[in-house]
Nanobody
Framework: QVQLVESGGGLVQAGGSLRLSCAAS????????MSWFRQAPGKEREFVTS????????DYTDSVKGRFTISRDNAKNTVNLQMNSLKPEDTAVYYC????????????????WGQGTQVTVSS
């Protein structure tokens, strides 16, 4: 069992930065690939980025490449998302998710989810 708690969301102006964190409790955090998804109002949840168990493999959706960076610290059971050059279209609830099966963009394969943290980017 893994419990995930996100933090770090908020309101920021376009061009600004935010750093999201996801704290995991439970055993064997390092066995899980971790990802961030987001859901904007009226839209489906979408993949943002993922990182494998060791932090050596990352994947980003095209719209955030070069602006967002995912990282993890297995000693602290945390995964972070550094978001720079934020745009109004980045406004969404951001969720972290854990998957023992490895990195994937398919949200249905993720076993554990956090409650989400709101990110709002004003123009």
């Amino acid at each position: 069992q893994v419990q995930l708690v996100e933090s770090g969301g908020g309101l920021v102006q376009a061009g600004g930065s935010l750093r999201l964190s996801c704290a995991a409790s439970g055993r064997a955090f390092s066995n899980y690939a971790m990802s961030w998804f987001r859901q904007a109002p009226g839209k489906e949840r979408e993949f943002v980025t993922s990182i494998n168990w060791s932090g050596t493999i990352t994947d980003y959706t095209d719209s955030v490449k070069g602006r967002f960076t995912i990282s993890r610290d297995n000693a602290k059971n945390t995964v972070n998302l550094q978001m720079n050059s934020l745009k109004p279209e980045d406004t969404a609830v951001y969720y972290c998710a854990a998957n023992r099966g490895g990195t994937t963009r398919n949200d249905r394969l993720y076993e554990y989810w956090g409650q989400g943290t709101q990110v709002t980017v004003s123009s």
